[in-house]
């Protein structure tokens, strides 16, 4: 039987995102450890006016939310993250930033076969390490261990032609209906968002090999 598809449509910005990702890989490798898998990333822009020296999130969560105390708004991603063994502390990263560039360099990361790999560094680096990811030098940094020159991801993310047809994805991706993230797609046929826990994308997954088996010759 062929590989599985999973499509991933993430902003690496989002916490939710970074949690649902780590979901995924713990479920795949946990209760379906011989499964084969293809994931791909599609990119979802949350803030296409955010500046490029970023923006202190707190402000954010007190113009759009009234959220004068940041740690109320990341009481429950600390919990959903802490329950499925991911030591997230949204404190770390005190800015949002731009995310055309990362997003690029993730879309040209499929071909090389490091892209979730990638995806997953570069959200590592934003959440974990509090580390600035619209600069083109971290970018450069992570990916050379994903199939990457250092050159290269500076002359690509300088390229308009790349930049313009990572916005063509992203508009693909609300024509695809995607409305909140992460969202994933299961096989084509199996679609669940936002904080799914284990056991709900578990079932995603196992209602999808059930289907494809199926249909399967």
């Known amino acids: 039987m062929t590989a599985l598809k999973i499509d991933v449509y993430t902003e690496i910005s989002c916490p939710w995102c970074i ?3 780590h979901r995924l890989d713990k479920v795949l490798a946990e209760r379906f450890p011989g499964l084969a898998v293809d994931i791909e990333h599609h990119p979802v822009i ?3 006016d955010c500046p490029p020296e970023g923006a202190r999130i707190a402000d954010l969560l007190k113009s759009r939310h ?3 105390d940041p740690s109320a708004a990341w009481a429950r991603p600390h919990a959903e993250a802490r329950a499925s063994g991911l030591d997230l502390d949204l404190g770390r990263q005190p800015f949002a930033y731009p995310t055309l560039d ?3 360099l993730i879309r040209l990361a499929r071909p090389r076969g490091t892209q979730h790999a990638l995806a997953n560094a570069i959200s590592k680096a934003y959440f974990m390490d509090g580390l600035n990811i619209s600069d083109t030098q971290v970018l450069a940094a992570i990916a ?6 250092r050159d290269e991801v500076i002359t690509r993310l300088a390229d308009g032609h790349e930049r313009a047809e990572t916005q063509r994805h992203v508009a693909r991706s609300f024509e695809a209906g995607v409305k909140s993230v992460p969202h994933f797609v299961f096989d084509g046929r199996i679609a669940i968002n936002g904080g799914r826990s284990e056991g709900e994308l578990s079932g995603a997954i196992a209602s999808a090999q059930k289907a494809k088996s199926a249909t399967s010759p």
Not at 144 to 149: R, V
Request: proline share 6%.
């Open 66 to 68: 009234g959220v004068a």
């Open 46 to 48: 949350l803030m296409p």
């Open 144 to 149: 050379a261990g994903h199939g990457f020159e």
């Open 19 to 21: 949690i649902g990702q």
């Open 102 to 104: 990362t997003h690029t």
